[in-house]
């Protein structure tokens, strides 16, 4: 039972252009939603994170939009460099004890 | 980065043997969470702590037993090994006083296989 789904696997975008990685989500309990970037061999590192309450939380390249309505939530990145290729976690939680991971974005960010 | 460290970083053992994974923090967080990462899967919890001595299940907590004697440690133990165990583990960690809208915070894992 798959509470947060990304469905990309994978995602190539050239340097300079914008990445775009989409999550969606099923329970409507969650209200908290976050993205980490990891690279291999490491673990997962923070990204950025949105509130229910709001629809938009933007840090410096990294902008995250929320879709309430839509269950629905993306990661901008722009300008997207050669050194953002990772994989990328969407994550939900509503509340310490149960945050719900989907299976991960490939991005690859091609000179 | 948080002070968190995960011992041992690669392990190889056979099916059948007890197996302890440990997570080490310096940062004083009062939740600790264990995490296994497999393809297809994303991350899905195991167990996690919001004290010393307070423990409970997560999402795939069957065959795995924890412990926390410490603020600053926490155990993973995989009591018989079973092939299906082979993954990268990881701690995490977060304060507990946001009431909520917390972020966790992942050690550098560690990657078990069962033989």
């Known amino acids: 039972d798959q509470q947060v789904k990304q469905n990309s696997p994978s995602l190539s975008v050239q340097e300079g252009r914008i990445s775009i990685l989409n999550c969606d989500y099923t329970?409507?309990?969650?209200?908290?939603f976050l993205w980490y970037k990891k690279y291999p061999a490491e673990g997962p590192t923070f990204l950025i994170s949105i509130s229910s309450i709001k629809d938009k939380n933007e840090d410096g390249r990294f902008t995250v939009f929320l879709n309430k309505s839509a269950k629905h939530l993306s990661l901008h990145i722009v300008p997207s460099q050669p050194g953002d290729s990772a994989v990328y976690f969407c994550?939900?939680?509503?509340?310490?004890?149960?945050?719900?991971f989907g299976a991960g974005t490939r991005l690859t960010v091609k000179p | 980065d948080a002070g968190i460290t995960q011992s041992p970083r690669h392990k190889v053992t056979e099916t059948g043997t007890p197996v302890t994974l440990r997570c080490h923090q310096t940062?004083?967080?009062?939740?600790m969470y264990w995490y296994r990462q497999d393809p297809g899967h994303g991350l899905r919890l195991i167990h996690y702590?919001?004290?010393?001595?307070?423990?409970d299940k997560g999402e795939v907590s069957d065959g795995y037993s924890v412990s926390r004697s410490k603020t600053e440690d926490f155990l993973l133990t995989l009591e018989s090994a079973t092939s299906s165990q082979t993954s990268v583990y990881f701690c995490?960690?977060?304060?507990?006083?946001?009431?909520?809208?917390?972020?966790?915070?992942f050690g550098p894992g560690t990657r078990l296989l069962v033989l």
């Open positions: 702590s919001y004290g010393v001595k307070d423990t």
């Open positions: 994550a939900a939680a509503y509340n310490n004890n149960d945050m719900r």
């Open positions: 995490a960690i977060s304060p507990g006083t946001s009431g909520g809208e917390e972020t966790q915070y």
């Open positions: 940062e004083n967080h009062r939740y």
């Open positions: 329970n409507s309990m969650f209200d908290y």
